[in-house]
């Protein structure tokens, strides 16, 4: 038995090496960066998300009768889009609804239904047309305001309206295929 263990230790012993990885010069990386402009920009998204559909927070203290006050910067061309989007918020939720449209995965609306009735179809595509003129201003806006690439912005809002929407909404994955919610 004596033997059985030492030969056992011999081949752990054996089996046991001391790796070391080092660099030339030490690595450097700012983690905390990348959360924090992820944080900025997911900041900036809500904000945006709840002027077009309102709070998604709860209010702790019912006796606050203040209205919310947006602490980010808007261009009078953001503020503009904002409006226009809340503005159609209701017509867009219909066409979500009745199957007629869809959110692509780089969060812009596209007609997604084949059976549009005729008399709609027009209406529908230019109704996309001008959401996504002003969700294009609104990612820009937020993308160079917080010095991030606009995919990356278009990311979190496709997350956002993905959190929000309820279910039977059609949403496009990242292989290109469509699911309902």
């Not at 997911?42 to 009768?65: C, E, H, P, W």
């Not at 690439?149 to 292989?175: C, L, M, V």
């Amino acid at each position: 038995m004596k033997k059985i263990l030492w030969v056992f230790l011999v081949i752990v012993a054996i089996s046991c090496a001391k790796v070391n990885l080092q660099t030339a010069q030490p690595l450097k990386v700012d983690i905390n960066m990348r959360v924090d402009v992820y944080q900025h920009v997911a900041a900036d998204v809500a904000s945006v998300q709840d002027q077009i559909y309102g709070s998604t927070q709860k209010q702790i203290n019912f006796l606050n009768f203040t209205q919310e006050a947006y602490a980010q910067t808007q261009s009078p061309e953001v503020t503009a889009a904002i409006e226009r989007r809340k503005d159609r918020r209701n017509t867009i939720e219909d066409y979500f609804s009745k199957g007629f449209i869809g959110e692509t995965s780089n969060a812009y609306l596209e007609a997604i239904a084949k059976d549009i009735p005729e008399n709609l179809k027009s209406t529908i595509a230019n109704t996309i047309s001008e959401e996504n003129n002003d969700r294009r201003i609104i990612y820009k806006s937020i993308a160079a305001k917080n010095g991030v690439d606009i995919a990356q912005t278009e990311k979190i809002f496709f997350d956002d309206d993905y959190k929000r929407a309820p279910a039977g909404y059609w949403f496009q994955s990242s292989n290109g295929s469509w699911k309902q919610k």
